[in-house]
């Protein structure tokens, strides 16, 4: 079975504004009410109850047409998630500016947070994610290595007078030890700091910045005129905001080119700055925030469920691998080391045949126009067709010009 989807949007605050957002072209292959002075942040592909996507032409639920024909997914992926409901959701992303600093929980936790707070936390699944950078993208992704935040405390004179000389100290004495409880104690130092403490370090940061420009931070490679313009740039988003702190001084900043992937663990922080993705998660829509973000805050929870992991900012990137279920074109294949979900990028400007997979499939079309042949049926594509494929689909994509598309797939 072969179909194409209508899929829903989000409007969040921080999405790109009308014509610049991939969001926005994509969703006018299905609606005519898009506006240039609206935001656009998400395209919704899945099954989750918060926004299912429907089948063309008949409107039908994807759920409900899943649940209803179950060899869709077949028994193995029944029995592990349940009827009607695909492992994972498809996401386009189109960032204006920085979404919350945030993490998600893993399964344990999340059946705890839904438990005890339905309203904040809908779901009881765990939210790993991974994305694709369809546009240059930057973000945040995990805890800097502890030598680069030391260096911050040292030559970044409001990041030490925000946490304190006692937790300073405690800091550079455990940071080879025990980095996990350094980093814990540290964290958790800036996340509660007093409001008015942390305005007044945020302010005296962002002219510190405005004013040594590639002289922020001393001479670190890691410091200088790119950091000095990243805090300013979220400043203006989020003025004085903790977020400058938790997430400039003690994160990775990562940048992605077209085409390059990174994956986001289970209670891993990060926040996504700037660009367009594709982006896959587990069936969940569970985010514990903490910075950067007018909408529920809950620091408690998020300090106490990170991992407190921490390394380069390169060991957040994703290697791509062949795959031999797609003949023709030049493919790359993510595999995440979790169970719900591969990716795919495929790129083609010849015919090439998509082989039957052992779990079902949704794929948008980035780029290109041409035709998908299954069976006796021929379905046309362009720029934001969003198609499922059954368990055990066999098509053959023929473009008319040079495609990409990106394939989420239910097969490990």
Same mark, same amino acid.
Request: with cysteine; net charge negative; glycine share 8%.
């Given at each position: 079975?072969?179909?194409?989807?209508?899929?829903?949007?989000?409007?969040?605050?921080?999405?790109?504004?009308?014509?610049?957002?991939?969001?926005?072209?994509?969703?006018?292959?299905?609606?005519?009410?898009?506006?240039?002075?609206?935001?656009?942040?998400?395209?919704?592909?899945?099954?989750?109850?918060?926004?299912?996507?429907?089948?063309?032409?008949?409107?039908?639920?994807?759920?409900?047409?899943?649940?209803?024909?179950?060899?869709?997914?077949?028994?193995?992926?029944?029995?592990?998630?349940?009827?009607?409901?695909?492992?994972?959701?498809?996401?386009?992303?189109?960032?204006?500016?920085?979404?919350?600093?945030?993490?998600?929980?893993?399964?344990?936790?999340?059946?705890?947070?839904?438990?005890?707070?339905?309203?904040?936390?809908?779901?009881?699944?765990?939210?790993?994610?991974?994305?694709?950078?369809?546009?240059?993208?930057?973000? #945040? &992704? $995990?805890?800097?290595?502890? %030598?680069?935040?030391?260096?911050?405390?040292?030559?970044?004179?409001?990041? =030490?007078?925000? *946490?304190?000389?006692?937790?300073?100290?405690?800091?550079?004495?455990?940071?080879?030890?025990?980095?996990?409880?350094?980093?814990?104690?540290?964290?958790?130092?800036?996340?509660?700091?007093?409001?008015?403490?942390?305005?007044?370090?945020?302010?005296?940061?962002?002219?510190?910045?405005?004013?040594?420009?590639?002289?922020?931070?001393?001479?670190?490679?890691?410091?200088?005129?790119?950091?000095?313009?990243?805090?300013?740039?979220?400043?203006?988003?989020?003025?004085?905001?903790?977020?400058? #702190? &938790? $997430?400039?001084?003690?994160? %990775?900043?990562?940048?992605?080119?077209?085409?390059?992937?990174?994956?986001? =663990?289970?209670? *891993?922080?990060?926040?996504?700055?700037?660009?367009?993705?594709?982006?896959?998660?587990?069936?969940?829509?569970?985010?514990?925030?903490?910075?950067?973000?007018?909408?529920?805050?809950?620091?408690?929870?998020?300090?106490?469920?990170?991992?407190?992991?921490?390394?380069?900012?390169?060991?957040?990137?994703?290697?791509?691998?062949?795959?031999?279920?797609?003949?023709?074109?030049?493919?790359?294949?993510?595999?995440?080391?979790?169970?719900?979900?591969?990716?795919?990028?495929?790129?083609?400007?010849?015919?090439?045949?998509?082989?039957?997979?052992?779990?079902?499939?949704?794929?948008?079309?980035?780029?290109?126009?041409?035709?998908?042949?299954?069976?006796?049926?021929?379905?046309?594509?362009?720029?934001?067709?969003?198609?499922?494929?059954?368990?055990?689909?066999?098509?053959?994509?023929?473009?008319?010009?040079?495609?990409?598309?990106?394939?989420?797939?239910?097969?490990?």
């Amino acid at each position: 079975m072969l179909s194409r989807l209508n899929c829903g949007f989000q409007q969040y605050d921080w999405g790109k504004l009308g014509a610049q957002s991939r969001v926005a072209k994509y969703a006018r292959t299905n609606t005519d009410t898009i506006r240039d002075d609206e935001p656009y942040a998400e395209l919704w592909m899945g099954t989750h109850p918060k926004m299912c996507s429907t089948l063309i032409p008949s409107g039908a639920s994807l759920r409900a047409e899943i649940e209803a024909h179950p060899e869709y997914m077949g028994d193995a992926l029944i029995e592990k998630y349940g009827p009607g409901e695909l492992p994972f959701l498809f996401k386009v992303l189109s960032i204006r500016k920085p979404l919350s600093i945030q993490a998600h929980p893993d399964k344990a936790l999340a059946k705890q947070l839904r438990a005890s707070d339905p309203k904040n936390y809908p779901d009881d699944n765990h939210k790993p994610e991974m994305a694709i950078a369809l546009t240059p993208f930057e973000g #945040f &992704c $995990g805890f800097r290595p502890v %030598n680069e935040i030391a260096w911050f405390l040292d030559h970044v004179p409001e990041f =030490a007078e925000l *946490v304190g000389d006692d937790v300073v100290k405690q800091f550079k004495h455990t940071m080879h030890t025990d980095s996990h409880k350094a980093l814990h104690v540290l964290f958790n130092a800036v996340m509660t700091a007093d409001d008015l403490l942390i305005e007044e370090m945020a302010k005296r940061l962002v002219e510190r910045a405005t004013l040594e420009g590639a002289n922020f931070a001393g001479s670190a490679d890691f410091g200088g005129a790119k950091l000095a313009s990243l805090l300013v740039r979220c400043n203006n988003d989020f003025p004085l905001d903790v977020g400058l #702190f &938790c $997430g400039g001084l003690m994160l %990775n900043y990562v940048e992605l080119n077209a085409g390059e992937a990174m994956f986001l =663990a289970a209670k *891993v922080p990060h926040a996504y700055i700037s660009g367009d993705i594709v982006e896959c998660m587990a069936a969940s829509d569970n985010v514990v925030r903490s910075g950067f973000t007018p909408k529920f805050k809950d620091v408690k929870n998020l300090v106490a469920m990170l991992t407190y992991d921490s390394g380069p900012a390169d060991e957040q990137k994703m290697k791509p691998l062949s795959d031999d279920h797609v003949i023709g074109g030049e493919v790359k294949l993510f595999n995440p080391p979790i169970d719900e979900f591969v990716l795919l990028e495929h790129k083609a400007d010849q015919k090439s045949v998509f082989k039957p997979r052992e779990g079902p499939a949704i794929f948008i079309t980035t780029e290109g126009t041409g035709e998908l042949i299954y069976k006796n049926k021929t379905l046309e594509y362009a720029p934001g067709f969003v198609f499922f494929a059954a368990r055990g689909t066999e098509f053959t994509l023929v473009p008319k010009t040079a495609t990409t598309s990106y394939h989420a797939v239910a097969d490990k």
